[in-house]
Structure formats: C-alpha cells, structure tokens
C-alpha cells in the first residue's frame, strides 16, 4: 500500500509541466539561499553575545579583558572542548556541555538561541559542528586587538594542537583544512571566491617554493590534501597575491595611523564581525589611550613646572633687553642735550672771544697809529 501510494505520487509529479518544476527548483534553492544567510547572520550575533558575556563576566573579575587567549592553559575555552570532544566534529549535546563548561550555565540557558546557533554552523543536519571553526571566530572578536596575522596563526595552532594549544605550531594541517578555518567568519556568498584566492595562492607559491612543491607531490588524492606547516602557511599568506588581503584597510583616524581593519576583513568577513571587531578595537585603543593619559600625570605636573620656569626665563630676559634698550636711548638722549648745551656754550664763547680780540686787535692798531705818529713828529 505504501509503495503504491510512493508510486501514484511519483507519476503525479511527472505529469507537472517541466516550466513550473524548474521554477520550483529555482524557488527551493533561492529558499535554502537565504535560510543559510538567515542562520549566518544569527551566528554571528550569538557570537557577538557571547563575547558579551564573556567580556562582561571578566570585568566583573576585575581582569583585563583584552587580555583573554582562547587557550594556553588548563582552563581555557579550547582545552575545553577538547577534552569534551577531541576529534573534529561536535554532537549537539556535545557542545552545549562544553558551552557550560567554558562560560557557565548563564549562557546555556538560552536553550532555543543555542540550538539555533549550533544550527547554523551544522547546515547539513548531519548533527556535526565544526568546533574548531566555531572557536576561530570566537578568536576574533573576543581577541580583537590583534591584527588579522595573529588571528589567523590563533586559527592554525587550533586545528594543528592536541590537548593543549601550542603557538609554537610544530604540526601541519592540510590545505583543505585551512581553506575551511579561513571561511569560517567569511560571508557565505563569498566562500567560493577566498577559496579560489587560496588555490591560486597555493599554485603560486607551489611554483616558487621547494617545500611546497614537495608537499604538493606527497598530496594522496586531490590537492587539498597537501600538508602545510606553519611557516608555509605564512608564506602563503605573504608572498603570495593573498598578500594583498592581508594588508591595512583603514586606520583610526589621520594623526593615528595605527591598522583598525585589514583588507581581508573588510572585502570577505562577514559585516556583524567587522563592526563587532572595529566596535571592540576603537574602545581598546581609547582605553590605551586614557590610561596612558593619566600614566603621565606626575610627568605632565613636572613639565608644566618646567614650562612655567621657561617663560618666566623668557620674560625676565625680555624685560632686560628692553630696560638695556631704555637705558641706551636715555643716555643717547642725556648725551644728545649735553652736545646741544656744550655747542651752544661754544657758539656763545667763540662770539666772546671774537669780540675780545677784535677789540683787543683795533685797540693795539690805535697804540701803534699813535707811537708811529708822534715819532715822526719829533
């Protein structure tokens, strides 16, 4: 009966015009389209909410919240879930104990907002979550002072460690493994193209370097299967034409050029991610910046006493100039009025002497008219 009723269905469906079929294919797919978008968008949401409460939880401790690593210790978020689930894939009761585990049952009480969170990281229904990817994304926004190179080393030393995260990174992963950490916060229409990027970053760098060559000829069946290692893996970011995406995108402002995002974030991350992350960049570099401020106080006192003794310095040497300057043109105009009393007092003599022997001169030509006179008349 059952099968008969599969098969009546079935000759039914044949029987539908093939015009309202393919726009029924073309309507499911555009469907699935944006419920994949809707459930991305909510990830990146719940993630932000979760850095919320995780920040908030470490102010509350009166820890520094730029200061928080996904791991390194026995107690952090990835050592975790790791010993929750050390293979790749979570089951969904899985990670709502390692969610406990890491932030406490303040976040797991959203039940409904956590099965659709995990949801949109298993889009498949295959009751798998990528956790690995899930704690890259976390790396980004509760880490978000560091720049767009130390996330992606973060994301590397996630899929590479064991147990317990080694930044010093001695285990290599394969390309395909990389190309899924890097898609991770990437906007879904735009996976297919970082992943193209990173093919032909990978076909470049294969050309130019022997390690990767030889890692490109041990590859068993496809080229994703490629091992990598870290310094390879940083090669293929930076001498490469990815390099491009991972230069400065914008600076904080134009008296700081400090990165505030990278070409990477701003042209594939998702945009909740970029403002999540300039949002929580700009108030640490503010943060740095009154703390730094208030750090100088006791300089800044020091220097305004400095200033202060500089420009009484200045002023005295000012006022000396001019009192010199003063007392300069009060003896040039001292020494101006005695010239003017000594030529008018010489003017004045000269005239008395002038006179005197004028006198003096017609009296002596009178004596000696009258000597010679009276000589010839005797």
Not at 44 to 59: F, K, N, S, W
Not at 162 to 187: F, H, N, R, W, Y
Not at 256 to 283: A, G, N, Q, S
Not at 340 to 363: C, K, M, P, Q, V
Request: glycine share 4%; hydrophobic share 40%; aromatic share 12%.
């Amino acid at each position: 009966m059952y099968k008969q009723t599969i098969k009546e269905f079935y000759d039914q469906i044949e029987t539908i015009p093939i015009v309202i079929k393919e726009n029924a294919r073309v309507n499911y797919f555009l469907n699935e389209d944006l419920k994949i978008k809707d459930l991305q968008d909510f990830q990146m949401v719940a993630v932000a909410r979760i850095e919320t409460i995780c920040r908030d939880g470490l102010t509350r401790k009166g820890e520094d919240w730029r200061k928080f690593l996904i791991g390194g210790s026995d107690r952090s978020t990835y050592e975790i879930f790791f010993r929750v689930e050390p293979r790749p894939y979570m089951s969904k009761a899985q990670f709502f104990t390692a969610l406990r585990r890491a932030f406490g049952d303040n976040l797991v009480k959203y039940t409904a907002a956590m099965n659709k969170l995990y949801d949109s990281f298993d889009i498949k229904k295959l009751d798998q979550l990528e956790w690995r990817s899930f704690l890259y994304i976390l790396t980004i926004v509760l880490q978000p002072i560091m720049p767009c190179m130390m996330h992606l080393k973060f994301a590397f030393a996630l899929y590479a460690s064991s147990g317990i995260l080694d930044l010093d990174i001695q285990t290599k992963i394969t390309l395909g493994e990389i190309k899924e950490m890097m898609c991770a916060p990437v906007l879904i229409a735009l996976r297919g193209e970082i992943k193209i990027c990173i093919d032909e970053a990978w076909i470049q760098l294969v050309a130019n370097n022997g390690e990767a060559a030889q890692s490109a000829m041990k590859a068993d069946t496809s080229v994703d299967s490629s091992l990598l290692s870290f310094n390879l893996f940083m090669k293929l970011l930076t001498d490469t034409k990815f390099g491009k995406y991972m230069q400065v995108a914008s600076t904080f402002g134009v008296r700081d050029p400090r990165p505030w995002t990278y070409k990477l974030e701003e042209d594939y991350f998702h945009p909740h991610i970029v403002k999540t992350i300039k949002k929580l960049r700009r108030i640490a570099r503010n943060e740095d910046e009154v703390r730094e401020f208030r750090a100088l106080v006791i300089k800044r006192k020091k220097q305004i006493i400095v200033l202060l003794w500089q420009r009484y310095c200045e002023r005295r040497v000012k006022v000396r100039k001019m009192i010199i300057v003063a007392s300069i043109r009060w003896r040039n105009d001292m020494c101006s009025t005695a010239f003017d009393w000594w030529r008018e007092s010489t003017i004045i003599g000269n005239r008395y002497t002038h006179s005197y022997l004028l006198t003096h001169a017609l009296l002596l030509a009178h004596s000696y008219s009258l000597t010679h006179s009276y000589s010839l008349t005797h």
